[in-house]
Every structure is written in structure tokens, then in C-alpha cells.
């Protein structure tokens, strides 16, 4: 009778490549495990997404609820916007409609000036309330 590893009744050890493939396939256990987690975790925890309403071209949009308007992000270029813009106002500016900004006398509002919105500017040319 030939004696087996894995045979109980063996009293041979298993070899030293058989010892690493039970390691490896330990380690590729753990491994495999660590995936599931991570991926797991991943799904679980996706991006908060605080709302999904778009941004003007300076990077603020208006808050309905409140009235007000925040921005997410600088704008783009600056030193353009400083140039369109010689009105400057402190505060953010809203404009519910054309006919508010013409009479707070900021008609015709350009993108990058307090109060621009795209709801302002029909045809997206960078000019709200120019008619």
C-alpha cells in the first residue's frame, strides 16, 4: 500500500511545494475577501450629491427655498469677468425675472455680473435682459 499525502493514515509530512500552494491559496483567500469588502464599501458609500440643479457661468446658481444665491466653484476667468462686470455689489444678487433687473437698473445683466442667471439669458449669449 503506497502512502498519500493528505492520507491520515500517512505519516509523511507534505512536501515544501505543497506547503507554499497552501499558503498561496490561504493568501488568495484573504485577498479575494479584502475585494469583496472594498467593493462592497464602495457601493455603500457612493458621492453625496447635495442637489443636481445646474451652475451659472460664475459657479453660483439660486437657492429657491431660501432666495439667496451660493456658489460651488470659482469662475473661470477673472480678470474677463472683472472687465464685464463694472457694477460690483456686495452680497449676492437675484433676479426673479427681466423685468426685476430692469428695475433695479442692472438691465442688460452680462454673464459674470451680480445677478447674471441663465434663466435671464434666453438665448445663452452671455447677455440676460437685453431686450
Known amino acids: 500500500m503506497s502512502k498519500e499525502w493528505g492520507d491520515p493514515k500517512s505519516s509523511t ?3 515544501a511545494s505543497q506547503q507554499l500552494l497552501e499558503r498561496l ?7 479575494a475577501i479584502l475585494a469583496i469588502i472594498v467593493s462592497a464599501a464602495m ?9 443636481g440643479g445646474g451652475l451659472a457661468a460664475d459657479g453660483c446658481h439660486n437657492d429657491r ?10 469662475a473661470n476667468n477673472s480678470s474677463q469677468q472683472t472687465a464685464q462686470a ?3 455689489q456686495s452680497g449676492p444678487v437675484y433676479y426673479r425675472n427681466c423685468d426685476a433687473a430692469r428695475a433695479a ?3 442688460p445683466v452680462r454673464r459674470g455680473q451680480p445677478g447674471y442667471a441663465r434663466h ?3 438665448d445663452n449669449d452671455g447677455v ?4
Open 13 to 15: 509530512s507534505p512536501s
Open 43 to 51: 457601493l455603500i458609500a457612493s458621492p453625496a450629491w447635495g442637489h
Open 65 to 74: 427655498k431660501t432666495g439667496t444665491r451660493h456658489c460651488h466653484r470659482a
Open 105 to 107: 437698473g442692472a438691465a
Open 86 to 88: 463694472p457694477r460690483q
Open 120 to 122: 435671464l439669458d434666453r
Open 25 to 31: 491559496f490561504g493568501m488568495l483567500s484573504i485577498l
Open 128 to 131: 440676460g435682459c437685453e431686450n
